[in-house]
């Protein structure tokens, strides 16, 4: 998806558009009318940005990383320049140069959810070591304790490395608060529903309270109904 708005008045109205094509998947729409804002005004570090974006959304990340680096180079070291470079590494196999990237978005914006989550996710695909994979979330939480997407990627990757009971125990404390909010509850609820279906049903009752009409919550209470035996 498009990461920043032109602020080039011209360039607006094809910047809207253009976004408008990634977020139907109409991928080489987009990647043509970034190219086209680019044309207009080469080496803007944001028209570049916006079409490594284009670019890693299409899996075209050989390409993504090459517009995103020249972006970074062009002066758009920002944390979300080094998110979006680190992830087109990824793609392209590059463990090592994607974490490094990461890490600077990291060391910029300590509390950006999604370059943790890349982050461990390639730590864990290059070592299966989730206790290495989890040190950087750790650190963060460490100065961070109140970010409760921070806890969420956690206990997803212990989930997803599949220690369940580790995920459940590292996130119901927080979920059994009466502060808990709703993305925090979600999540808390489908970690628990293997383990502990109890826990994963009242995680989504008090969900769905705080969001009677969501989809995505009666679909979460419904599986934890089910697993109930309801």
């Not at 461990?120 to 939480?141: F, K, N, P």
């Not at 961070?144 to 997803?156: G, Y």
């Not at 009971?165 to 925090?184: I, K, N, T, V």
Request: proline share 5%; net charge negative.
């Amino acid at each position: 998806t498009e990461i920043y708005t032109l602020s080039l008045h011209d360039a607006l109205p094809i910047s809207q558009q253009a976004a408008a094509c990634t977020a139907l998947g109409l991928h080489d729409q987009a990647i043509a009318l970034y190219r086209r804002i680019l044309e207009a005004t080469p080496g803007h570090p944001i028209a570049e940005l916006n079409l490594a974006a284009a670019l890693e959304a299409a899996g075209r990340d050989r390409e993504a990383e090459t517009v995103a680096r020249s972006a970074i180079d062009h002066g758009a070291d920002m944390p979300e320049a080094q998110l979006l470079h680190g992830r087109s590494l990824m793609g392209m196999g590059r463990f090592d140069e994607a974490e490094a990237a990461l890490k600077r978005a990291l060391a910029q914006q300590p509390t950006l959810v999604s370059a943790h989550r890349n982050l461990a996710q390639s730590i864990w695909m290059r070592t299966g070591d989730v206790v290495a994979a989890g040190e950087h979330l750790d650190v963060a939480l460490r100065s961070h304790p109140d970010v409760d997407a921070l806890h969420i990627a956690r206990a997803n990757l212990l989930d997803g490395a599949g220690d369940v009971r580790s995920a459940h125990a590292s996130l119901a404390p927080r979920a059994h608060r009466p502060s808990a909010g709703l993305e925090l509850l979600l999540s808390a609820s489908a970690i628990a529903l293997p383990c502990e279906p109890d826990d994963a049903l009242a995680f989504a009752r008090r969900a769905q309270a705080i969001a009677p009409h969501s989809t995505f919550a009666g679909a979460t209470l419904a599986h934890a109904l089910l697993a109930t035996g309801d």
